[in-house]
């Protein structure tokens, strides 16, 4: 069967959350020849074990494992690079995101002209705590002032995107937190699409807000140096 989309879901000690996210993604995306890929980025609970039960059950799903903690962003990249759709999806794995969005985000991916690469999600009414809804329109404000990105969520974990654009980016440690500023510097589009956000239901979050900000604001500076060195896309032409 001929793939045409890959769905891709990072995780890290997401038991009780992952195998239940992959029922009811693969129910959301029933019509669509569709696969689901699970990257494990050295969980230490009951993850894999709980993925590797469904898969008698669900055909279309693959598990990796990276066999150590690499990071979210590494874990993104491998199961992008191993996935046999041309359009991607990536979704947290612990349930914050709703499978039910995807099908807007690819009719919205399908609809845009051959420069749009890639559909970004706005949360709608965080399901977080305070501080981290805080530090997060922080993270924001101080991101969209030096890359102009223009975007009010780029730490939103459900994207749908070209495959072939995504691995044209360079990759470097959370680069999944600058993929809008990082397919714009590449000439593409990107739109958005407002979707559902839901509380966490097991496991807690794999992040603390001072180190993020930290590491936020050295990626940040790195991300606008990129800019800076790139002169502009090009179509090259054979003469
Ligand atoms: N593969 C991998 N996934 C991670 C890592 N840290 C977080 N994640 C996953 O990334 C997603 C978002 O992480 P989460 O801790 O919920 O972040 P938050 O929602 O921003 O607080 C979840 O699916 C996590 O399992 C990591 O080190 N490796
Ligand atoms: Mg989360």
Excluded at 59 to 78: C, E, I, K, M, Y
Excluded at 93 to 110: F, H, K, S, T
Excluded at 122 to 135: G, L, S, Y
Excluded at 157 to 178: E, I, N, Q, T, W
């Amino acid at each position: 069967m001929r793939v045409a989309l890959s769905v891709v879901v990072p995780v890290k000690d997401e038991a009780g959350n992952a195998a239940s996210l992959a029922r009811e993604t693969s129910a959301a995306l029933a019509g669509e020849s569709a696969e689901l890929i699970f990257v494990d980025d050295g969980s230490t609970d009951n993850t894999i074990a709980e993925l590797l039960a469904l898969r008698p059950s669900l055909p279309g799903l693959r598990v990796l494992q990276h066999g150590g903690n690499f990071g979210q962003s590494r874990a993104v990249r491998t199961g992008v690079q191993a996935a046999r759709g041309d359009v991607i999806v990536t979704m947290d794995g612990d349930g914050q995101n709703d499978p039910a969005d995807i099908p807007r985000l690819l009719a919205a991916l399908r609809a845009g002209g051959k420069d749009l690469a890639m559909v970004s999600g706005v949360r709608q009414q965080r399901q977080d705590r305070a501080d981290r809804r805080w530090a997060s329109a922080l993270a924001n404000g101080f991101r969209n002032w030096m890359l102009k990105d223009g975007a009010a969520d780029s730490g939103c974990g459900l994207k749908a995107f070209r495959r072939d654009v995504f691995l044209s980016l360079p990759y470097f440690d959370h680069m999944h937190r600058f993929l809008v500023a990082l397919v714009k510097r590449e000439g593409y589009d990107v739109a958005f699409v407002s979707v559902n956000h839901r509380p966490r239901a097991h496991g807690r979050s794999k992040y603390g807000n001072l180190q993020r900000a930290l590491v936020g604001i050295s990626d940040t500076i790195g991300v606008r140096w990129l800019q800076r060195r790139f002169k502009g896309a090009v179509e090259p032409k054979e003469i």
